[in-house]
């Protein structure tokens, strides 16, 4: 008698080969025949230049989040060591984090130091997400950071809650961006111009140099 772990099991049927529209999904095309009167080939091109502009916009974003963590980074250090810190300013209990944050930054030095890796300052501060980094200029920060410490942090003028909004959008963005989601019909020239605003406000130097470099302009006038 066979052994019931060795009974042939059924097959799957056969199929057809998959269509481009079954492997990008219904649901993710409905937007995009939406915005072309249900024209697939039209779908599919805006679908491309969604994609294209997407790419534009995470290598401005990139600019603008590196920059962001670096000049908050350098500030909260050179602050942490004028208190008397000995430990890096996101351990030192001298730099008021609250527990959820603290709780993030556990999590960052985990995963700077997972495989057996030193811990390093740079891993550390390079784990920390946009959201991070957006936290500390809320208004629970405001008396604990922003006052004595990341006011500083900036080159351009700087007022803590705009930039603390204004970090939001572009982060929405960004989010959208990462999930491969459609940004077809937002007003792309304006996020473009808060890019160059907000980075702008970190430094002058970084906003100059997105400028040159960013293909969102181009992009945009290839819209189908």
Known sequence: MMNSEYRLQPQTPRRLPWTLES?????????????????????????????????????????????????????????ATALGAELPWYRDLRVPLTPPTRRKVEVARSNAARGGQSELHGKVVAE???????????????????????????????????????????????NRIAHHEPIHGWDLAAEHARVL???????????????????????????P
Request: charged residues 20%; hydrophobic residues 45%.
């Open 23 to 79: 492997l990008l999904s219904e649901a993710r095309l409905g937007p995009y025949l939406l915005a072309t009167d249900g024209s697939l080939t039209g779908a599919h091109h805006l679908y491309h230049w969604n994609a294209q502009v997407s790419a534009a916009f995470q290598e401005v974003l990139h600019y603008v989040e590196v920059g962001l963590r670096n000049a908050m980074d350098g500030q909260l250090a050179s602050w």
């Open 128 to 174: 920390l997400m946009l959201g991070f980094w957006w936290s500390l200029l809320s208004d629970e920060y405001n008396r604990r950071l922003w006052q004595p410490c990341l006011q500083h942090a900036f080159d351009g003028p700087v007022r803590r809650a705009r930039l603390h909004s204004e970090l939001n959008e572009l982060r929405r963005l960004r």
């Open 197 to 223: 605003d907000v980075a702008g406000r970190i430094s002058p130097r970084l906003s100059e140099r997105i400028e040159t470099v960013s293909r969102v302009p181009a992009v945009l006038l290839e819209r």
